[in-house]
């Protein structure tokens, strides 16, 4: 039986399923993201034994095909899942992708088809993280607190967030959970992301961060403000003062990036309401030719530059983390870091790691947050978060 350069034994070019891949990967204690591009029909899959640790912001540029999966803060580490074998999934079908990873990916399943066909995938547990007695308290009272800071002009936004822990059933069902959030999310990226040492998270963002089509155009959104989305058209959607306003920060935030390595070179449009499953955003499109501007490391300067955003940190950037660190009362870990598909034909696809559960034993810890400016109302503010539960809850099987 032949074997990669990291000891992976090679699959056959046949179809196979996806719950026997993925039952695969968690037994042998490989890796995996398993995710789907916005509007796309089809997923894609990566499995692999080699991981690199990113200390900092990745250059981009340099990184083999793969998938990154970056923190909040930097105090954890950050994880590159290198390309070893890759598949394309349309439902619970998993095929090797054509020539040439198809011979990269040829005979790896034959010898496990029988011993691992009727085991279930096992999710490890981990050690729950401690909350508040009262969450709805602690998080209103995390809100006036915000309120007064800003009133002190310590900063003009802060986005504080919560942990919503929720017992799953004897007979959750993580593929279908996926399969659930593709259909009720088109508009995003759908990720479910396993690595042994770190866990298993699942998603769907709808804000990308870096994108980078054919090597050539740069993409990045300001995407703020919350509604729930009741099937009204988009044209003929309200938004507050305090909602514009977010979303105006986070505009003037990507401007003062570009501002900072001497950019003028770019489009922007917006802000336009879009609807992401069951609620709705304001949001502006920025693009620059990279060519144009002869401007080829821009995805990575501007990674590091952009993150994190205003939107799930705060403006200004250093006093708004600081009052976080001190009174959040947890560790994000990967919530509101980044994660997306690295050179994969030519294309990067890093969006923030927004409306994301981890996955821990019998447990799912759901996380959310919401931005408070000046005129923000701690009860609405709550009632975001809830909401943002909701999208992701909805799908859990």
């Known amino acids: 039986m032949e074997k990669s350069k990291s000891?992976?034994?090679?699959?056959?070019?046949?179809?196979?399923?996806?719950?026997?891949?993925?039952?695969?990967?968690?037994?042998?204690?490989?890796?995996?993201?398993?995710?789907?591009?916005?509007?796309?029909?089809?997923?894609?899959?990566?499995?692999?034994?080699?991981?690199?640790?990113?200390?900092?912001h990745a250059p981009l540029e340099s990184l083999p095909p793969g998938f990154i999966f970056a923190p909040y803060c930097e105090d954890n580490p950050g994880i590159f899942i290198e390309r070893e074998i890759s598949f394309t999934v349309e439902g619970e079908v998993v095929s090797p992708p054509g020539?040439?990873?198809?011979?990269?990916?040829?005979?790896?399943?034959?010898?496990?088809r029988e011993s691992h066909a009727s085991k279930r995938i096992r999710i490890a547990a981990r050690t729950l993280p401690a909350l508040p007695a009262n969450e709805k308290e602690h998080y209103l009272d995390l809100v006036r607190k915000s309120i007064e800071s800003i009133e002190q002009g310590r900063f003009e936004k802060v986005v504080p967030s919560r942990i919503k822990c929720i017992a799953l059933g004897e007979n959750f069902d993580l593929l279908k959970t996926y399969q659930n959030l593709c259909s009720e999310h088109p508009e995003a990226l759908?990720?479910?992301?396993?690595?042994?040492?770190?866990?298993?998270?699942?998603?769907?963002?709808?804000?990308?961060?870096?994108?980078?089509?054919?090597?050539?155009?740069?993409?990045?959104?300001?995407?703020?403000?919350?509604q729930p989305y009741d099937g009204r058209p988009a044209k003929s959607v309200a938004w507050?003062?305090?909602?514009?306003?977010?979303?105006?920060?986070?505009e003037r935030y990507i401007i003062?990036?570009?501002?900072?390595i001497r950019l003028r070179e770019y489009e922007e449009h917006g802000p336009k309401t879009v609807v992401a499953g069951k609620?709705?955003?304001?949001?502006?499109?920025?693009?620059?030719?990279?060519?144009?501007?002869?401007?080829?490391?821009?995805?990575?300067?501007m990674l590091e530059l952009l993150h994190p955003t205003s939107a799930v940190c705060g403006m200004a950037l250093e006093p708004a983390r600081e009052f976080l660190r001190l009174n959040e009362g947890y560790d994000r870990l990967y919530y509101t870091g980044y994660l997306g598909p690295v050179n994969i034909q030519r294309n990067t696809d890093i969006y923030v790691n927004l409306r994301c559960m981890q996955l821990t034993g019998r447990h799912a810890l759901l996380y959310a947050g919401a931005g408070?400016?000046?005129?923000?109302?701690?009860?609405?503010?709550?009632?975001?978060?809830e909401m943002k539960f909701n999208t992701l809850s909805t799908s859990l099987t």
């Open 190 to 226: 759908i990720t479910l992301v396993h690595i042994p040492d770190v866990g298993t998270w699942i998603g769907a963002s709808p804000e990308i961060l870096v994108g980078v089509e054919n090597g050539t155009i740069f993409r990045t959104v300001a995407l703020a403000g919350t």
């Open 372 to 385: 408070v400016t000046g005129d923000s109302v701690p009860e609405s503010e709550w009632e975001e978060t």
């Open 279 to 301: 609620l709705m955003h304001l949001r502006s499109d920025f693009t620059v030719d990279m060519n144009a501007t002869n401007f080829p490391q821009l995805g990575s300067v």
């Open 240 to 250: 507050t003062q305090k909602e514009i306003e977010e979303q105006a920060l986070v």
């Open 99 to 112: 020539y040439p990873l198809e011979s990269v990916a040829a005979r790896w399943l034959d010898d496990y």
């Open 7 to 56: 000891g992976i034994q090679r699959v056959g070019s046949e179809t196979s399923s996806l719950s026997l891949v993925t039952a695969v990967v968690f037994d042998e204690g490989l890796s995996m993201a398993l995710w789907r591009l916005p509007n796309a029909t089809n997923s894609t899959l990566i499995v692999s034994n080699t991981l690199r640790r990113l200390k900092s």
């Open 256 to 260: 003062s990036c570009f501002k900072k």
